[in-house]
């Protein structure tokens, strides 16, 4: 993994390994100072790469926790499907944090980060702060569900150019093809072509076995598709957020062609936090938008900090 | 739910625009940005561009310094007369003087871009008066045999690299030309904007006002721009790309030798810096600006 980091902008001040539940997890600090902001990981296809253009900015004026999602970068990759479950993704969290003598962060998620965010806003509310979710994939509350997840998941097709999304065999037997397919829905702007090939970096730094292993946890792995996973991940989440009293921002790109402008409306109206939509943004903002990105959540934290 | 602006479409707006002319009847459009105390021209390029090809050295160098861009003879905002003899050398030295006087500018530091270098040269030693310092990016001042060969072999059956460079094929395939020409400029991944970008401008203008403007417009003969190079007696910055060449290297090094000015290479970097790597770029240019306004 020699390309992991590429030449970045910035270099960890601290960078460290946790252990828990028999699985090591790779974490980093940048910068110093008051508050800690927490970026949270993402489905295992990225790794915290992912927040490359925070890191370097947020470090200038905060501390910043950072670190590989179980699944993908330097963490590990269990092979049990058990494993990749959201409490999972939630207890490594906590463990970060307390690696890192870290109290109380603002925690930060992207896509379906949003489900180990709102766990940890709902029910460990003295480490969280306030929190901030970009692109909330699974809080899939509600109808219309995209394109994307819809195609049957565990359907063989002779082609998947007329059912490209979640289909086990689209993504274990043509793994490349699904990382194009699904960086193409990530960056629908303009002049992406290096977030895109950021992208399919951070894919090909896990393997296809692991994708699917976060797909077919307990309880998933028979559902007809992906639009049913949403359905059940959004109405289990749903009951989360009346527990959430900390601050919340929500940040959604208005050319999103992941998760749906609905499901971002609704998280913020359901944590009583605040909706800001980033013209000519697709899912990731963070990594396409970063200025606007960057002034936005440094407002969020300003004011969440006084 | 806060509806933020859309982005805007231009890091700096300009703080001043008009038009200027010198009585041929050809009005040129212009920019002033910023108010430093001392003021850049920014000549305008070969007319496949236009003034926005300054894009990127335009916010940084007006933060610092008073910025005037001028359209070329047939793109843009400027007119497009259809004879070739509107596009001579003089006519585009009358341009920068009448745009200079319009923005009550008396002297004024100069960059040029590729063949305009002999716009930015004409200046400096027949109006040395107006000419603060002089920037050449990636000159060329005398005809280059890699462009005049295709550009004067007539019509052909097919147009293959260089070839295309021929008016006939313009007027055939601009797109196709306006294609290579970009894909030569810009041959780096992560390049979609500046291609965008050349595509926007090239497509302001039509191949018959490329043509006359490519004709008409005089170049000196090599003997001729280094002896005059040697009468600068502004400061000069010659740059240079690196990496493969599609422009021709072989008049920076003479030119930066016979002005006595500094040659800059941009080692690995090229062949449009400015428009691919502009912070490269920018950094240069304002460190010679700075001195030469500070020594004037």
């Not at chain 1, 990530?186 to 730094?205: K, Q, V, W």
């Not at chain 2, 960059?111 to 107006?130: C, F, G, Q, T």
Request: hydrophobic share 40%.
């Amino acid at each position: 993994m020699s390309d992991y980091r590429g030449s970045p902008a910035v270099l960890p001040t601290t960078e460290g390994d946790v252990e828990r539940d028999g699985v090591r997890v790779h974490y980093e600090i940048y910068g110093e100072g008051e508050p800690t902001l927490l970026f949270l990981p993402t489905w295992s296809i990225a790794h915290s790469r992912v927040w490359r253009n925070q890191l370097a900015y947020f470090g200038r004026h905060y501390r910043v926790v950072v670190y590989d999602g179980r699944g993908n970068g330097r963490s590990d990759r269990p092979a049990d499907p058990a494993a990749y479950e959201p409490l999972q993704f939630a207890l490594d969290a906590l463990a970060v944090l307390d690696a890192t003598g870290t109290e109380q962060a603002i925690t930060v998620s992207l896509s379906a980060g949003t489900a180990w965010n709102l766990i940890l806003a709902a029910l460990h509310p003295e480490r969280v702060a306030a929190a901030a979710f970009v692109g909330p994939t699974l809080y899939a509350v509600c109808e219309p569900f995209p394109d994307w997840s819809k195609t049957p998941y565990n359907e063989r097709f002779a082609s998947y150019d007329r059912f490209p999304g979640h289909n086990r065999y689209f993504i274990g037997e043509h793994y490349r093809d699904f990382v194009a397919f699904w960086n193409r829905l990530c960056f629908p702007e303009r002049h992406s072509t290096r977030a895109i090939e950021y992208g399919t970096g951070m894919m090909l730094d896990t393997t296809p076995e692991v994708v699917l292993a976060t797909l077919d946890t307990p309880g998933l792995r028979d559902l007809h598709s992906a639009a049913d996973r949403l359905a059940q991940a959004g109405a289990q989440l749903q009951q989360l957020t009346g527990e959430v009293r900390c601050p919340v921002l929500v940040v959604q790109g208005a050319l999103e062609q992941i998760a749906m402008p609905a499901w971002a409306e609704a998280l913020a109206r359901d944590t009583g936090g605040e909706l800001v939509i980033l013209p000519d943004a697709g899912h990731v903002p963070c990594g396409r938008k970063p200025v606007a990105f960057n002034l936005l959540l440094r407002d969020f934290v300003k004011q969440v900090s006084r | 739910m806060i509806e933020l602006a859309p982005e805007p479409t231009r890091a700096h707006y300009p703080d001043q625009e008009g038009y200027a002319e010198h009585g041929d009847g050809v009005r040129v459009f212009y920019e002033v940005h910023g108010d430093g105390d001392a003021t850049i021209c920014l000549l305008p390029p070969w007319p496949l561009m236009t003034s926005r090809s300054w894009r990127s050295q335009v916010p940084y160098l007006c933060r610092h310094f008073r910025v005037i861009t001028v359209d070329p003879r047939g793109n843009g905002r400027s007119d497009r007369p259809r004879e070739p003899r509107a596009y001579s050398r003089a006519a585009h030295v009358a341009d920068v003087l009448a745009v200079l006087d319009a923005t009550a500018t008396d002297r004024a530091m100069l960059a040029s871009i590729s063949p305009r270098a002999a716009l930015a040269l004409a200046l400096a030693v027949e109006h040395p008066e107006r000419v603060q310092a002089v920037a050449f990016i990636t000159p060329q001042l005398w005809r280059i045999g890699e462009f005049v060969r295709p550009f004067t072999a007539g019509r052909r059956e097919r147009y293959d690299g260089y070839d295309k460079f021929n008016p006939s094929y313009w007027k055939r395939d601009y797109e196709g030309f306006v294609w290579w020409f970009a894909s030569r400029a810009f041959p780096h991944p992560h390049s979609t904007r500046q291609l965008e970008h050349l595509y926007e401008e090239a497509f302001q203008t039509d191949p018959e006002t490329l043509i006359v403007a490519t004709i008409g417009f005089d170049m000196y003969e090599r003997e001729e721009a280094l002896a005059l190079a040697a009468t600068i007696r502004s400061p000069v910055l010659v740059t240079q790309n690196g990496g493969d060449a599609f422009w021709p290297k072989d008049t920076s090094g003479p030119l930066a030798e016979a002005s006595g000015g500094r040659l800059h290479v941009f080692e690995g970097l090229g062949p449009v810096v400015g428009a691919r790597w502009p912070v490269a770029m920018n950094l240069v240019l304002r460190e010679f600006f700075a001195s030469a306004a500070e020594a004037a």
